[in-house]
């Protein structure tokens, strides 16, 4: 009796794997799109940080010019102030 189980299991575990590997063979040329529809979109969302991160750098940039563009002014006239 125990053979007859380890054969059957052994038929059913064939016949899984066989569906199995022809549930792939079905649905595999379907994942090609979205994979490619996903690698695109990966791509725009990298190059969008990109930029972002370009943008704060400059952002930053210009406003430590202006505050120092603000400090000199100050100073100029602070100095302007004392000396009348």
């Known amino acids: 009796m125990?053979?007859?189980?380890?054969?059957g299991a052994s038929w059913q575990f064939a016949k899984?794997?066989?569906?199995?590997?022809?549930?792939?063979?079905?649905?595999?040329?379907?994942?090609a799109p979205r994979t490619a529809e996903?690698?695109?979109r990966n791509r725009e969302v990298?190059?969008?940080?990109?930029?972002?991160a370009s943008f704060r750098g400059?952002?930053?940039?210009i406003q430590d010019e202006?505050?120092?563009h603000i400090a000199?002014?100050?100073h100029d006239s602070a100095d302007k102030i004392l000396l009348f």
């Open 72 to 74: 000199r002014e100050l």
């Open 16 to 31: 899984a794997k066989n569906a199995f590997a022809d549930s792939r063979r079905v649905s595999m040329p379907t994942f």
């Open 58 to 61: 400059k952002s930053l940039r």
């Open 46 to 52: 990298l190059t969008e940080q990109n930029k972002s």
């Open 66 to 68: 202006e505050r120092r």
């Open 2 to 7: 125990a053979h007859r189980s380890v054969t």
């Open 38 to 40: 996903l690698e695109e």
